[in-house]
């Protein structure tokens, strides 16, 4: 009797079903009330009182493993019946639907060319805070105690603690930098800058800034000049003229504003460059003496130049977008037509 449970427990565990009569033919055989189990199980009036526990266990085994077969059966079955449905949709000498991929954002691509124009005349690129404190932002940057940038219009400041805030402009890695070792620095600081204002075609309350600096013995004015002017070439192209307007910022003295011809109408004058023939593209200077006492570098060993610049601004000026807020509102026709960069 064994070895007839052995034998069906076998032949249990070979079958296979590729159709559904094999299936039906595995139900009849194994599964329905005549089947060789049901069989087994009228036998068991004729086994002896001391052995029907043991062969009612070896049947019931028995029952179990042809039932789990059967469902895996059927699953097989349906799996492969999936395939086949999918085969028959298949048509491979379609061409293929193609990948529609994305662009480069122009902000993206305009800061990643800042980048890319700085780094290969030796500036790294460094980070710091969006959330950042009054002293970062402001005190060592030299902002009088009273200087309108510092009051509500401007700056939002963190409800719970007075002292933080969003920071206005990314001149606070500047200082974060130049707390954090010894001079020389030459670095560029890339992101995001937050301003209190109503949002409009000409201002937004985020937007983008990079910031940069060269801070070692006997960096000067020149220095300066001759980077930003560099910087104009390669961004904006050979013929770009540049010009330095002296200006004012807390952080810098000499400080002085930097203008390139107008990219739209070459100098004719136009309503960009509000018929001047020049557009401004970055705050600049000297690092102010105080600045770098706030930041434990001796001035008398040490200066270094400045700048600022905004990437909405620069990428304005190169793709000619005439309304801030297509930056941010995600349309794709907007950013179609920056498939092209990369
Ligand atoms: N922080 C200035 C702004 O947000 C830009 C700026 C001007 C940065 C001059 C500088 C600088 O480092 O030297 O408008």
Avoid at 134 to 147: G, Y
Avoid at 211 to 226: A, H, N, P, T
Avoid at 236 to 265: L, M, N, W
Wanted: charged share 25%; with cysteine; net charge negative.
């Amino acid at each position: 009797m064994k070895e007839k449970v052995e034998n069906i427990l076998d032949e249990i565990k070979s079958f296979k079903a590729q159709t559904q009569d094999e299936l039906e033919q595995y139900r009849m055989k194994f599964i329905s009330k005549k089947s060789v189990i049901g069989e087994l199980f009228g036998e068991m009036k004729n086994i002896p009182n001391e052995e029907k526990k043991a062969f009612g266990m070896q049947i019931n085994t028995l029952k179990e493993a042809a039932q789990s077969k059967f469902k895996a059966l059927i699953a097989g079955l349906e799996q492969s019946k999936d395939s086949a449905a999918d085969n028959d949709h298949e048509d491979l000498t379609l061409p293929s639907a193609g990948n529609s991929l994305g662009a480069v954002h122009p902000l993206t691509y305009v800061r990643n060319e800042i980048i890319r124009i700085f780094e290969r005349i030796g500036f790294n690129v460094s980070d710091g805070p969006e959330i950042e404190d009054d002293w970062h932002n402001f005190t060592a940057l030299n902002f009088p105690e009273n200087h309108p940038a510092r009051e509500m219009q401007d700056t939002f400041f963190i409800e719970k603690n007075p002292d933080m805030l969003l920071r206005t402009h990314t001149s606070n890695v500047q200082t974060r930098l130049m707390n954090s070792g010894k001079p020389p620095f030459r670095s560029i600081m890339p992101g995001r800058v937050y301003r209190n204002e109503a949002i409009s075609a000409r201002a937004h309350c985020v937007f983008h800034q990079v910031e940069g600096i060269y801070v070692d013995k006997e960096v000067s004015f020149v220095d300066l000049k001759q980077t930003l002017y560099h910087f104009a070439k390669e961004m904006f192209g050979k013929d770009t003229e540049v010009r330095y307007r002296p200006s004012y910022f807390p952080f810098t003295e000499p400080s002085a504003e930097i203008d390139i011809s107008c990219q739209i109408c070459k100098g004719d004058g136009c309503q960009l460059c509000k018929y001047t023939g020049w557009v401004e593209i970055a705050g600049s200077g000297m690092v102010d003496p105080n600045v770098l006492s706030n930041c434990n570098i001796d001035p008398e060993e040490y200066t270094g130049f400045a700048f600022g610049m905004g990437i909405e601004r620069i990428a304005q000026l190169k793709f000619r977008v005439n309304d801030l807020r297509l930056y941010t509102e995600n349309d794709v026709r907007f950013l179609k037509q920056f498939r092209t960069l990369h």
